[in-house]
Nanobody, 123 residues
Framework: QVQLVESGGGLVQPGGSLRLSCAASGSISNIYNMGWYRQAPGKQRELVATISSGGSINYADSVKGRFTISRDNAKNTVYLQMNSLKPEDTAVYYC?????????????????WGQGTQVTVSS
């Protein structure tokens, strides 16, 4: 069983900063891609940033230059540093990981999601 636990959301004024964390726990063999997605009210979930196991990074155009994704493989954790926040960044943020789980002699990779954390940017 694998669990992803997010933390770090909250209310911040425009121009402020927040740092999100997402830690995976359980019978983990390896973690491949990690990422952050967000969903605003009435909108579809969208990609924010991803980071591969080799360190390749991809950002949505709307957050380039303001957000930074990073990972700590020893802690099975992915981070999202968000600076210069704007009201349009308001959304529920979800972490996502592709994790290989070993059960006996079988290894299976699946996608896992965090529970979501609310980020509200407002004055």
């Amino acid at each position: 069983q694998v669990q992803l636990v997010e933390s770090g959301g909250g209310l911040v004024q425009p121009g402020g900063s927040l740092r999100l964390s997402c830690a995976a726990s359980g019978s983990i063999s390896n973690i491949y891609n990690m990422g952050w997605y967000r969903q605003a009210p009435g909108k579809q979930r969208e990609l924010v940033a991803t980071i591969s196991s080799g360190g390749s990074i991809n950002y949505a155009d709307s957050v380039k230059g303001r957000f930074t994704i990073s990972r700590d493989n020893a802690k099975n954790t992915v981070y999202l540093q968000m600076n210069s926040l704007k009201p349009e960044d308001t959304a529920v943020y979800y972490c996502n990981m592709y994790i290989a789980v070993v059960a006996g002699s079988v290894s299976r990779m699946s996608a896992y999601w965090g529970q979501g954390t609310q980020v509200t940017v407002s004055s």
